[in-house]
């Protein structure tokens, strides 16, 4: 009679490319990523960074009601977007703008979304943040939690239906990872055989509560097993393992019809988002070092720059450019009118319901009755 | 499944004046002989299903034994052996999984049609139809609908206890975003399901046990597969003047028979079907009112913050100065359903508390 043990006496190592200096480890088998690839990849890190930055700051003067950060988390944002086909369907959790910002989205969109104005795309319906793209592939962001596995099983399913060359992408943090959505998501996803590639971020915190009180397990890889699903856990904040993690990942996904777990260590440097404040539970040098000697960008950029593909030069004149562009978007977006009245009732069904219609006539007589009462400047 | 006919006696008159006035409800200008051609909820509903599943490629049916099993109560019977079982999928013990699964299949085009053993299984998933499902095409500002139907038995069965016995009728109803139907006859069965799986909305579809079994007299235009009929409609199932009775689903029945006994007491009472919780046919219910003048409403479901509730306040709010007598409201007991047989028929509505309420409200009876 042997029992399995609680845990193994080794813990699931971690594949990395780049050491913490930038340098590739030798005899090590990775996906070559060439300049062109490489000098995108590092500017979109880069410009994630700016606008992390300059939105949470924007957030802080009142300007906006709400934001979310991926500090610390660029490397799995863009390496992982760069590895994946457009066509192939993103559904998000939340910190995973460098996704859609890899597939196009402009910065002024960004703005647009979290200012909630008429130029949104989400008709100013939603919080900060929660972005989305038809367009781009790149699911409407949902807030309850991890609802979105079994969601990207589903949508697995139905491109294996219609035999399509794409896969369904699904990101979760390490807390999201205690949902029962997580189970259903996962056993689904490997019973029906869905191409479904999941992505977790383990970042050591869900809000205040740390990972050791989140789950008892070795992270989250020793779990795909449990569900029958192949797995990998991977240095997220190294941009080339990323890369090559998601990039097989992908391939056998959609070759094979099966889903794939991948678990990417990182750090949550920000906070959980403003309406947090993380130096209330945990320790600010351990904030500190993250930040600055485990810096996904800088360690990505040490080996972009000892190619010789990027300088000095290039940095100063990329991250200036980001931040004007933010700038300017960010007041073009606050100075744009908000969605007119009728916004209220569209988009509710399909085809606008009687009591709807009713009911926006109504708003629409009592504005035009009462013009006092309603704000400068707002229309129907 | 069509051509499937169920002989069994029912009583004549009622089948002919519901066979009219089925006639009469739709668009038609064809005279068809006066129907022997019956049919079960269950088969309604099992056609309906097979005939969209032929018509698009994109319909599936999920849940827990609807293939190899054929049903859990027969409704999806035939079905794997006819489609396969990629399009009839037999789904682990997970409603979370198979209703976040659903959404997601929707979401990316596909029309799912979900099957929940009872309606009281699915709370272990309504965050999925609530904030997901139903809220989707609003937040996402038209990007994401979501083209699913989840359906399964709803409500009381018999000698089920508390947690199989629930009416989530005015749960589901007071969301929007979602569509809720309740069909009764096996031509609402027919009709109303055929209407939720081509809605592009999420519609939640609420059957009821003991009706499956039940025939009906069916038309050959509601046999016809192109046959569909209008979501937020209700049905005058029979007319009268000095009462209106409204309800949905089993009750339907229960309202008729009430009906019947009323009508030898001299007290003409008019059954609306409501056939839709949301959207509610407000005009139909206020304009019946307005000619009655009494209001008589009935559900299974619990009575705080009912369906009937709703009703009630729709009237008042729009036919007061048309009522002469207080609106009545018969519900289900305040009580989790009890499972012994005489506690349960206490604990759910009778035909004989419809006839009290509609002579109450007619000032025959205390």
Known sequence: ??????????????????????????????????????????????????????????????????????????????????????????????????????????????????????????????????YGSNRLNYFTISSP?????????????????????????????????????????????????????????????????????????????????????????VDGNDALAVYSAVRSAREMAVTEQRPVLIE???????????????????????????????????????????????????????????????????????????QPLTELFNDVYDVKPKNLEEQELGLKELVEKQPQEYPPGFHV | MLGILRQRAIDGGLAASTLRRTRSALVSARSYAAGAKEMTVRDALNSAIDEEMSADPKVFVMGEEVGQYQGAYKITKGLLEKYGPERVYDTP???????????????????????????????????????SAAKSNYMSAGQINVPIVFRGPNGAAAGVGAQHSQCYAAWYASVPGLKVLAPYSAEDARGLLKAAIRDPDPVVFLENELLYG?????????????????????????????????TFSKMVGFALKAAEKLAEEGISAEVINLRSIRPLDRATINASVRKTSRLVTVEEGFPQHGVCAEICASVVEESFSYLDAPVERIAGADVPMPYAANLERLALPQIEDIIRAAKRACYRSK
């Open chain 1, 1 to 130: 009679m042997k029992f399995i043990p609680e845990s193994s006496s080794r813990r699931v190592p971690c594949y990395r490319v780049l050491d913490e200096d930038g340098r590739i480890i030798p005899d090590n088998d990775f996906v070559p990523v060439k300049e062109k690839l490489a000098v995108r990849m590092y500017e979109q890190m880069a410009t994630l960074q700016v606008m992390d930055h300059i939105f949470y700051e924007a957030q802080r003067q009142g300007r906006i009601s709400f934001y979310l950060t991926s500090v610390g988390e660029e490397a799995i944002n863009i390496a992982s977007a760069a590895a994946l086909s457009p066509d192939d369907i993103v559904l998000p959790q939340y910190r995973e703008p460098g996704v859609l910002l890899w597939r196009g989205f402009t910065l002024e969109e960004f703005a647009n979304q979290c200012f909630g104005n008429k130029a949104d795309y989400g008709k100013g319906r939603q919080m900060p943040i929660h």
């Open chain 1, 145 to 233: 939690i991890a609802t979105q596995l079994p969601q990207a099983a589903g949508v697995g399913y139905s491109l294996k239906m219609e035999k399509k060359n794409a896969c369904a992408v699904t990101f979760i943090g390490d807390g999201g990872t205690s949902e029962g959505d997580f189970h259903a998501g996962l056993n689904f996803a490997a019973v029906m055989e869905a191409p479904v590639v999941f992505i977790c971020r383990n970042n050591g915190w869900a809000i205040s509560t740390h990972i050791s009180e989140q789950f008892r397990s070795d992270g989250i890889v020793v779990k795909g097993q449990a569900y029958g699903i192949r797995s990998i856990r």
């Open chain 1, 264 to 338: 990417a260590m990182t750090y949550r440097v920000g906070h959980h988002s403003t309406s947090d404040d993380s130096t209330k539970y945990r320790a600010a040098d351990e904030i500190q070092y993250w930040k600055m000697s485990r810096n996904p960008v800088n360690r990505f950029r040490k080996w972009v720059e000892d190619n010789g593909w990027w300088s000095e030069e290039d940095e100063s004149k990329l991250r200036s450019n980001a931040r004007k562009q933010l700038l300017q978007a960010i007041q073009a977006a606050e100075k744009w009118e908000k």
């Open chain 2, 93 to 131: 013990i997970t409603e979370a999984g198979f209703t976040g699964i659903g959404v997601g299949a929707a979401y990316a085009g596909l029309k799912p049609v979900v099957e929940f053993m009872t309606f009281n299984f699915s709370m272990q998933a309504i965050d999925h139809i609530i904030n």
């Open chain 2, 214 to 246: 039940e025939s009906f007299p069916i038309s050959e235009e509601a046999l016809d597969s192109s046959f569909c009929l209008p979501i937020g409609k209700a049905k005058i199932e029979r007319e009268g003047k000095d009462v209106t009775i409204v």
